[in-house]
Nanobody, 119 residues
Framework: QVQLVESGGGLVQAGGSLRLSCAAS????????MGWYRQAPGKQRDLVAAVTSGGSTNYADSVKGRFTISRDNAKNTVYLQMNNLKPEDTAVYYC?????????????WGQGTQVTVSS
């Protein structure tokens, strides 16, 4: 089992930056994928960025070139550096851990952190 705690959200003006952190309750070195998702009011939860245990990354098209995901296995923490923020980035951001099981995956979620970008 993995508990995930996000931090770093807040209110920022358009063009500004924030760094989100996700601290895990145990080692993340063997977790297949760690990622960030976001959900705006009335919309579905969508992938923002993910990084595998091998270091491969995947980004939503809307954040490519602006956001960077990284994982620090020594600190059991995943980060999301968000630059040049836009009002459309406003959402609750959730940390996700995908743990590989025989023939399947199990998803763990944090409680979410609010990011609000003002125009």
């Amino acid at each position: 089992q993995v508990q995930l705690v996000e931090s770093g959200g807040g209110l920022v003006q358009a063009g500004g930056s924030l760094r989100l952190s996700c601290a895990a309750s145990r080692s993340i070195s063997s977790i297949w994928s760690m990622g960030w998702y976001r959900q705006a009011p009335g919309k579905q939860r969508d992938l923002v960025a993910a990084v595998t245990s091998g270091g491969s990354t995947n980004y939503a098209d809307s954040v490519k070139g602006r956001f960077t995901i990284s994982r620090d296995n020594a600190k059991n923490t995943v980060y999301l550096q968000m630059n040049n923020l836009k009002p459309e980035d406003t959402a609750v951001y959730y940390c996700n851990a995908a743990v590989q099981l025989p023939g399947s995956f199990f998803q763990y979620w944090g409680q979410g952190t609010q990011v609000t970008v003002s125009s």
